[in-house]
């Protein structure tokens, strides 16, 4: 009997062709990947390793933490520009603008920034257009506006001065932004073409693996349903997978099967997820994937990626805003280094410095984080372990058993750890007053909303409240930062002196200062509020809507409070506590003397840089006027942001 060509392809039809259809054809492929704008952001919707490539590469970047300087110098005080940065809308945290910013960028090519107006230079906030909905307008090589198509219709334009224009430039239109993505076009596109053509297998209930041949020279349509009811109920059903075919009749079962291309599904998936690593530059271990990623490997490949993938990112982002956003005079806009520690490479560095004797054990001791020890500028041979010391060392060996301080160099680095130490006691400072600040703004604005009329600061601030507040936050604080310190102090203090205590004990002169300390900060703080609240009422009375005003100026000078004003309070506030502790270890220690000592930067104020090294009885006062660093009597040009430690 002759195989009919027509009836096979009729049979073959009653299973579904569209496990097929993947395979051959992409409903988001454009036949020749000319891609546009908005054809990248829907192939990021699409595509998950590009997808999460991209995402991690926006949410490191968003993670900086960024600073300003005037020449070496950081300004610590409240600063506009970092309030807008960190909150650049009412929409938008500083977190999620900037890793927008960077989404926009990597999937478009371009991103633009509306610098909404503002007073005095500083922009009221800062916008992101949809890049896919604007066009750059440039004329005989350059920009002469920016055309924005509003969703609802029409458009609005705008001058190239009130937009920050970032942009990959593309080598064949210097002008405009080349995507990310261009070059990995083909292998996003192939990539979907995979996922959709397994979808649709296992959306159909599996692929072809056999076709029935009829051997009967005709067959009517009524057959063929036939044939196909009989076959789905005996053994369509999936719990009936694998049960063996019997057939009668005319007609026989023949097995088919994909190609081993066809089938290898995983393996083509790995080959297009090594092609997305290499052109976003995001190793497989931060996009999820640990196969065959050991963890050695892996801390190395985070490392790599901050440094040769974010870092370049971050600081292409501070010239931008350098050029495009602050105003001159303001400061450059500057950032903390993102790229962690490589702690293997601290470790090898150890092990080599010990082996070739060139490393002292407070070398060590610093590259691990921990104090310096009296005695530990020493290096010690490999053979008697005896202090290896030449002619010229011997004076500084001797003075050094007196007090570790007097020698410099041991006194560099004994201020740069003493400056960490102190930064790790100011953040709890500084993240108590900044929840502080954050739950007065709420207190104010709801009693603003709650009354009726224009209210009066007096009514919603009660002075004597906010002062009592601000105690019962700050007394618990500053008495741990002293008591660390001085338990450090005492620590340190046995290791090159004889002295003999017992433990460090917050007696009643010590607490009296504490609470001397505690009001005299409560009411400053709280007379400072007050001054820069009136400020804000003057100004929302002389506008058209005074209580929508009030609670708009609130917000803003609060956005500054919890970031900036809490920095410089935390900073002012916990050294003098710091080192009011290291002062009173160092008397129940016995120690006669005190020695000044610096962080040793650009950033020393220059009677501080003097006094470095001075040498004092342990109740008289160095020759700048403090009794100890951040000394709360001395004058404020000698106290605030002072970093010094004795």
Known sequence: MKKSKNIFNKILGLFNKKSYSGLFQS???????????????????????????????????AQTDWLIKKGDNVIDEDNEWLALIDQPNSFFSGSEFWELYQRYKDITGSVFIWK??????????????????????????????????????????????????????????????????????????????????????????????????????????????????????????????????????????????????????????KMTLNDIVILTGVPKSILGSVDDVKYSNSEYSEITFMKHTIKPLVKNLASLLNHSLLTEGSGELSFVDPVPENKEEIRKDIEVGKNANALTVNEIREKLGFDPI??????????????????????????????????????????????????????????????????QRN???????????????????????????????????????????????????????????????????????????????????????????????????DSDNPREALIKGIQDKYNIYETSR???IARTETHGAFQKGNFEGYKQSGLPIKIWVTVGDSNVRDSHAIADGEEVGINDYFSNGLKFPGDPRGSAEEVINCRCSM
């Open 374 to 439: 009296g005695g530990g500028d020493s290096i010690y041979g490999p053979i008697n372990q005896m202090p290896m010391i030449s002619s010229s060392e011997g004076k500084s060996f001797k003075s050094l058993i007196t007090h570790p301080l007097q020698d410099k160099s041991f006194r560099s680095r004994y201020g740069k750890i003493k400056d960490k130490q102190l930064s790790q006691e100011e953040k709890r400072v500084e993240e108590a007053m900044a929840r502080y600040f954050k739950k």
């Open 116 to 269: 909404e107006p503002g007073v005095g230079g500083v922009p009221k906030a800062l916008h992101l257009l949809r890049p896919d909905l604007v066009e750059v307008k440039i004329v005989d090589g350059i920009i002469i506006g920016f055309k924005y198509s509003k969703h609802g219709g029409g458009y609005k334009t705008f001058k190239p001065e009130e937009i920050i224009y970032s942009f990959y430039p593309d080598p064949i239109n210097q002008l405009k932004g080349e995507s990310l993505l261009k070059a990995g076009s083909r292998i996003i596109d192939t990539g979907i073409q995979i996922d959709e053509y397994q979808n649709s297998i296992l959306k159909n209930g599996g692929k072809i693996e056999g076709v029935f041949k009829v051997k009967s020279e005709r067959i009517t349509p009524e057959d063929l349903a036939d044939i196909k009811i009989q076959y789905q109920q005996k053994y369509g059903a999936a719990k009936k997978s694998g049960e063996p075919l019997f057939l009668a009749g005319d007609m026989e079962y023949e097995k088919l099967g994909l190609t081993p291309s066809e089938l290898d599904y995983l393996e083509t998936k």
């Open 443 to 541: 207190r104010l604005i709801e009693k603003i909303e709650a009354g009726q009329g224009n209210p009066q600061l007096s009514e919603i601030f009660n002075k004597t409240e906010e002062e009592g507040i601000i105690e019962t936050i700050i007394r618990p604080l500053l008495e741990v930062v002293l008591f660390n310190a001085g338990i450090n102090a005492m620590s340190f203090s046995k290791s090159f002196s004889k002295a003999k205590f017992d433990e460090f004990i917050i007696d009643v002169n010590i607490r009296s200062w504490i609470e001397e300390r505690v009001g005299i900060f409560s009411a400053s703080v709280v007379k400072t509020t007050f001054s820069q609240l009136e400020q804000v009422f003057s100004l929302a009375f």
């Open 27 to 61: 409903r988001s492929l454009k036949d020749d990947l000319n891609w546009g704008a908005k054809d990248f952001l829907k192939q990021n919707e699409i595509s998950l390793y590009v997808n999460r490539g991209i995402k991690k590469r926006a949410e490191k970047v």
């Open 566 to 568: 809490a920095k410089t």
